[in-house]
């Protein structure tokens, strides 16, 4: 079993920055592509940023500029930075990964969420 668990979220001023991770955890397992998404109040999941198990991103054009997703494949671990936070951006955020599963000559390839965390900007 693979667990992704987020972490970095809180409240913060327009303007203001906040770095988001997101930690694998488990046995056996590759991380392939991951992505951040996000959810405001009313409205439905948006993608953020992705980026490959090589580190090709891609991003939303609502925060390009102002977001920068990364990973550390040694940590098992994803991350995005966002800098210049608007009240819009105010949303639960989460994270997904494509995930490979070797268990013996078994493998299983799925998608897995994290919990998500709450970001608010507001002055």
């Known amino acids: 079993q693979v667990q992704l668990v987020e972490s970095g979220g809180g409240l913060v001023q327009p303007g203001g920055s906040l770095r988001l991770s997101c930690a694998a955890s488990?046995?056996?397992?590759?991380?392939?592509?991951m992505a951040w998404y996000r959810q405001a109040p009313g409205k439905q999941r948006e993608l953020v940023a992705t980026?490959?198990?090589?580190?090709?991103?891609n991003y939303a054009d609502s925060v390009k500029g102002r977001f920068t997703i990364s990973r550390d494949n040694t940590q098992n671990t994803m991350y995005l930075q966002m800098n210049s936070l608007k009240p819009e951006d105010t949303a639960v955020y989460y994270c997904?990964?494509?995930?490979?599963?070797?268990?013996?000559?078994?493998?299983?390839?799925?998608?897995?969420w994290g919990q998500g965390t709450q970001v608010t900007v507001s002055s």
């Open positions: 488990g046995s056996g397992f590759t991380l392939n592509a």
């Open positions: 997904n990964a494509d995930i490979t599963h070797r268990s013996g000559l078994v493998r299983s390839d799925f998608t897995s």
């Open positions: 980026i490959s198990s090589t580190g090709s991103t």
